[in-house]
C-alpha cells in the first residue's frame, strides 16, 4: 500500500483531533473526510485505535491531540509491527498459507 511508504523511514502517518463547531473532528491523511464525534474522548479513542491499525499493517503513526482552545496537549506514537511489510492482510508472518 502506498501510505505506508515511508521517505527515508522518517514519515509517520498523522491521525490529528481537533475542536471543530459542534464537536470534534479525527483527520487522518488515509482518509478523505474527516471523521466527526460529539465527545473529545470518543474522537481520541478513535485516533488511537486509527494508528494502532496502521502501525499493525507495517507504517509509523502519531496521534497528535488538540483540546478545546485548539492548543496541542498531547502526542503518541505507534511504531510499526515488527515484521509487518505493506500487503498486510491480518495472518501472521508465520501462519501457514490457507489451502
Known sequence: MAWLSKAGGATD????????????????????HPLMFMSGAHAEAKARSLAQLIAAAGGDAQVIVHDRRN?????????????RGAEFNGSSPSDPPSP
Open 13 to 32: 502517518n498523522v491521525v490529528s483531533v481537533t475542536p471543530v463547531e459542534g464537536g470534534w473532528s479525527v483527520t487522518c491523511g488515509l482518509a478523505d
Open 71 to 83: 492548543t496541542l496537549i498531547g502526542t503518541v506514537r505507534y511504531f510499526a509491527a515488527e515484521g
